[in-house]
């Protein structure tokens, strides 16, 4: 069984992790008769030709990157984890140019990829709802997989969740984590100046808790300077997955405000970590987040201030269900044989 995947456009964010767990489950596994292309490459319209052209006969093609092989594979599977291809009329009206034309463009290109694809993997409910609305009759192709979390090692989380107890007790900083990379689309200067805002309430009366947000961005990316500079906000920029895991079990919960996602990485990894995870309460999140969700019905300051707060006393176990296994989950991306 000779397998030909793509991983073009993996350089940051949701796909790059999942291309760290692919790494990982190639070093695991031996497939000699699996061919990986597209390292290093943006997906752009050159590459998505040139890759139809791989050079000799696959049984078997998977796009890692939303677009489908027309051509190459015998049977062609995609991974599609692109909300901003398949937004709903009202996200288009009120995203506006946060949305870039060429999106709008590749959505089509996207949407007729779809439709000469045999298996269709998505990694979430919510997911499967937008493709089925834009393309109803890839309806028994479509199979929601949860993207694989390998979470560190137990002994370092139990280390972990002990210091925070013990930090708990001291007079000190209470860290909210927001691991999110900025795009326009996802209107994090106004999600970010709704959380300070919380933070605010929660330095007063009865609470007194000094609390920061460290937020995985620069201040550039921020077109607001008074939430760019505000003496809450800690920006440390874009980082390593690894020292983003890191970051996570060290904090005191994961502030997960984004709303257009396929997954949500950060709240799967807060669930395998036992990282409480602050977000709406909705069914999206629900499903990823499970057990570790803390959530806010409205994104208003008061609501948000609550879910903080109530954060800091939730008591968040390791999830131990394996939802999120990494072999099962490429075994099926790669399908029967693919060991062969």
């Known amino acids: 069984m000779k397998i030909l995947v793509d991983c073009a456009g993996a350089r940051i964010g949701g796909a790059k992790r999942l291309l760290n767990e692919f790494d990982l489950y190639l070093r695991d596994r031996q497939l000699p008769q699996l061919r990986a292309i597209g390292r290093d490459h943006v997906l752009t319209a050159p590459w998505l030709l040139?890759?139809?052209?791989?050079?000799?006969?696959?049984?078997?093609?998977?796009?890692?990157?939303?677009?489908?092989?027309?051509?190459?594979?015998?049977?062609?599977?995609?991974?599609?984890?692109?909300?901003?291809?398949?937004?709903?009329?009202?996200?288009?009206?009120?995203?506006?140019?946060?949305?870039?034309?060429?999106?709008?463009?590749?959505?089509?290109?996207?949407?007729s990829a779809l439709r000469r694809t045999d298996h269709i993997f998505v990694p979430s409910t919510s997911m499967a709802e937008r493709v089925l609305r834009i393309v109803p009759g890839v309806r028994d192709r479509v199979v929601v997989a949860f993207n694989p979390v390998t979470p560190p090692d137990p002994a370092l989380l139990r280390a972990r969740a002990d210091e925070r107890r013990e930090r708990a007790a001291d007079a000190r900083t209470v860290d909210f984590l927001c691991p999110i990379i900025i795009t326009p689309h996802k209107l994090m200067t106004r999600r970010l100046r709704v959380g300070l805002a919380a933070l605010d309430i929660l330095a007063g009366p009865p609470h007194h808790i000094d609390a920061t947000i460290t937020a995985t961005a620069q201040a550039a990316q921020i077109d607001d300077p008074a939430v760019a500079n505000h003496p809450r906000l800690r920006l440390v920029g874009e980082h390593p997955a690894a020292t983003v895991i890191d970051m996570m079990v060290r904090c005191d919960a994961i502030f997960f405000p984004a709303e257009l996602e396929s997954f949500g990485y950060p709240m799967a990894e807060g669930r395998m970590m036992g990282v409480p995870v602050v977000a709406l309460d909705n069914l999206h999140n629900r499903e990823i987040a499970g057990p570790a969700l803390v959530g806010y019905e409205r994104e208003t300051v008061e609501e948000i201030a609550a879910a903080l707060h109530a954060a800091l006393d939730a008591d968040v176990k390791p999830d131990q269900d394996n939802l999120f296994g990494r072999g099962p989950y490429f075994d099926l991306l790669l399908g029967e044989g693919a060991a062969s």
């Open 50 to 111: 040139r890759r139809e052209c791989p050079g000799e006969r696959y049984d078997r093609s998977l796009a890692l990157n939303n677009v489908s092989f027309m051509v190459a594979g015998r049977e062609r599977r995609v991974l599609i984890h692109g909300p901003q291809h398949f937004l709903r009329l009202e996200e288009v009206r009120s995203l506006g140019l946060r949305i870039s034309p060429a999106v709008h463009a590749q959505a089509p290109v996207v949407w």
